[in-house]
Nanobody, 117 residues
Framework: QVQLVESGGGLVQAGGSLRLSCVASGTIRSIDTMGWHRQAPGKQRELVAAIRSGSSTNYLDSVKGRFTISRDNVKNTVFLQMNSLKPEDTAVYYC???????????WGQGTQVTVSS
């Protein structure tokens, strides 16, 4: 079992920055993938960024160059640094944990990010 607790969401003006954090507890392994997804009202949940063992990362095209995902394997924490935020980044952001060689996902409770124009 894995438990995920997110923090760091909030309201920010366009062009501003936020840093999301997600602390994982339970059976945590550095080979597993951690990431961030988001879901805006009326839209499907989408992958924003993910980080794998060896620090391999991938990003949603629309956030490349603005968002950075990082991971602290000692503290079992994943971060999402979000810069140059846009109103279209407004969504509930969910932390995700996926076991290596598996499609089973664990999810956090979500944290709201609102970007005003």
């Amino acid at each position: 079992q894995v438990q995920l607790v997110e923090s760091g969401g909030g309201l920010v003006q366009a062009g501003g920055s936020l840093r999301l954090s997600c602390v994982a507890s339970g059976t945590i392994r550095s080979i597993d993938t951690m990431g961030w997804h988001r879901q805006a009202p009326g839209k499907q949940r989408e992958l924003v960024a993910a980080i794998r063992s060896g620090s391999s990362t991938n990003y949603l095209d629309s956030v490349k160059g603005r968002f950075t995902i990082s991971r602290d394997n000692v503290k079992n924490t994943v971060f999402l640094q979000m810069n140059s935020l846009k109103p279209e980044d407004t969504a509930v952001y969910y932390c995700n944990y996926r076991r290596a060689f598996s499609t089973f996902d664990y999810w956090g409770q979500g944290t709201q990010v609102t970007v005003s124009s």
